[in-house]
């Protein structure tokens, strides 16, 4: 297995190629090392991107977060583990397109989307 060095967040993304995607064990075993067993709404924030605490409270509350989270009594709170996290990750993983990565793909794409939106 291939580490990735730097930013600790890195270690939770891939490149896109079939080579370097990252298994769901692999992510687990990375989200263990961060967090420990269990992710705290807090953790949650940092892994699924969302930008604070209160923003996963509301995508709870409203059914919009993409995780099922657990009380854990006495502790107050809502928790996710980390076997969930790695699964939500690696379902997203598989349901996005891989795009390409010609510069030239991409600097069209920009000017389509800047042309309708100036319409």
């Keep these: ?24 064990a692999e992510r687990e075993r990375s989200l ?16 699924l ?3 604070s605490v209160s923003a996963i409270r509301k995508a709870k509350s409203r059914g919009r977060l993409p995780i099922a989270l657990v009380q854990m009594p006495p502790r107050r709170g809502w928790f996710a583990t980390a076997g969930s996290v790695a699964e939500l990750l690696c379902t ?14 991409i600097h069209e794409s920009k000017e389509v989307h800047n042309i309708a939106h100036t319409r």
């Design 1 to 24: 297995m291939a580490t990735v060095a730097g930013n600790p967040q890195d270690k939770l993304r891939h490149s896109g190629t079939t080579s370097d995607m990252v298994t769901k």
């Design 32 to 47: 263990r090392e961060r967090f420990g067993e269990v992710l705290t709404l807090s953790d949650l924030a940092i892994v």
């Design 49 to 51: 991107r969302y930008p």
């Design 92 to 105: 997203l993983e598989d349901s996005q397109p891989h795009t390409s990565k010609n510069p030239s793909r």
